[in-house]
């Protein structure tokens, strides 16, 4: 498994809000799940047709960035994130 740091912004209505996430995944793809489904509130959450991951509530998030950590950055963003 690789390390990923994944910034997810958060659409609540008119209301933006950026939020990280350290996550451990095989790919890129399984990091933004393994994110968004931390972050998200509803067993039912998935994506939506256009590509917006979505909760079934107010809630709409997407992913602004993942980017790949070494195992020592893990460890280092892991004690402040």
Do not use: Q
């Not at 659409?11 to 890129?28: M, P, Q, T």
């Not at 931390?38 to 590509?51: K, Q, T, V």
């Amino acid at each position: 498994m690789k390390n990923y740091v994944v910034m997810i912004r958060i659409f609540i209505g008119c209301y933006e809000k950026n939020i990280r996430h350290l996550v451990s995944a095989n790919d890129e793809d399984g990091a933004h799940e393994e994110a968004l489904r931390g972050e998200s509130h509803n067993e039912d959450a998935g994506y939506d047709d256009d590509g917006s991951w979505w909760d079934g509530s107010e809630f709409v998030y997407r992913v602004v960035s993942c980017k790949e950590v070494t195992p020592e950055e893990f460890s280092v963003l892991n004690k402040y994130l």
